[in-house]
């Protein structure tokens, strides 16, 4: 009877373990963590608001150099959300590629990686966790150069109304879709008129702002709810349900590119897996905001596999063989998926002599180069703190002489 008991007891936390181990951290702990944590991203989040609403009267003054300066705040948010990761998340990023993107992507010598992604993109993404968009504008931190004041997300409407983080977005530019294109379709036309507006420099030379726009096409996160609606529409349009990855919607996509095509050249790929989400299981009940953050269960590594496909070589002229091409694109990401669950690795980057012996897999870890990095968000509001002091100091002493 005891044996019995004992094979019992050592059987049901087994069966609920967490892929990433036990909770590294005990109750009080925790609560410190959430603490701390709640904290940081409040006090990140106001200072941040608060620098755009200061810089907000520049919409009126100044278009070219307010949507510059905004472009600042979000950097801000680029660098609060990786030294987030990066305290109280840490994990190992593992990539890869084909040959496509062969020499864009390298290991440095602090042990960091650099991406050498063009400065104008779209990157498409499969949805497996809320988290997602997170490690993706990592990658604008880790570009050459940095593109993650650049980054434009297609979101759903109701994150718009998130307190503080919602108007933050809006102030980004970020694109909220209602899911019904004739609602989304003139929001759509108003934000890509301005991504592909070309600025008169200087000396008289026409330039684009730098821009990436991260879609995800499945159009919401791996679920039980997003596998059984991708099963449905696949049975209604006919075509085969994809096993690992939700079936994608070309509609968004379709819009976008045939509206900045001649203003890039690529579309730029991902495929993301998170270690620990087993087979026919979903991210999004494994790695919680709780358990990556506050209990110490982040996910042990993050795989990306990188594609680029140009813009030329995609069907855009007629949607029914875009919805193909795209629909094809995300069958070869369900069978890296497969791979991945199969082996727990993607397939590796091919040797070629621009990886400079860095074929296979590159692995790093989300964090910031400089550890005073996160000091910058409150730049803006330190400056205009101490030129309010001066301005008062300066108003007093007139009042104290003429009055």
Known sequence: MAAEAGKLATAVPAATAHPSGREKHGRLVQVLRAV?????????????????????????????????????????????????????????IRISGDASVAGQIRKTEDGLVE????????????????????????????????????????????????????????FYGFIFMSRKMAVDQPRLAHRLTKLKTKHTAPDGKKYLDPMWLLLFP???????????????????????DPEHVL?????GIYYCLNELKGTLDYVYDCTVAYEGVGRGKFG??????SSTYIRGQPPKSVNFYWRRFRIADIPLDNQEEFDVWLRERWYEKDAFMEQYLSTGR??????????????????????????????????VLGAF?????LLLKTWNRFLSVFV
């Open 247 to 251: 079936l994608p919607r070309s509609t």
């Open 346 to 379: 993607f397939p590796e980057s091919p040797a070629n002599p621009l990886n400079k012996g860095q074929e296979g897999f590159l692995e790093t870890e989300v964090r910031t180069r400089y550890p005073w990095e996160i000091l910058q968000i409150f730049s």
């Open 385 to 389: 703190g101490l030129l309010l002091n």
């Open 36 to 92: 701390s944590f709640a904290l940081y991203f409040s006090v990140c989040a106001v200072g941040i608001h608060a620098t755009q609403l200061i810089g907000a009267p520049l919409y009126w003054i100044n278009r070219e150099l307010y949507y510059a300066y905004m472009s600042l705040t979000k950097r801000s948010f680029g660098v609060m959300i990786t030294t987030m990761t990066q305290w109280w998340g840490p994990t190992t």
């Open 218 to 240: 499945e159009g919401t996160n791996a679920s039980a709810n997003g596998r059984k609606k991708s099963s449905t529409w696949a049975a209604k349009v006919g075509v085969k």
């Open 284 to 289: 999004e009940t494994i790695f919680t905001l």
């Open 115 to 170: 991406f050498l992604f063009p400065e104008r993109m779209i990157m498409i993404a499969n949805h497996q966790i809320y988290t997602d968009w997170l490690y993706l504008w990592w990658v604008g931190y880790a570009n050459v150069p940095k593109m993650h004041g650049s980054l434009y997300i297609i979101l759903k409407e109701s994150l718009k109304y998130i307190p503080i983080v919602g108007p933050g977005m809006m």
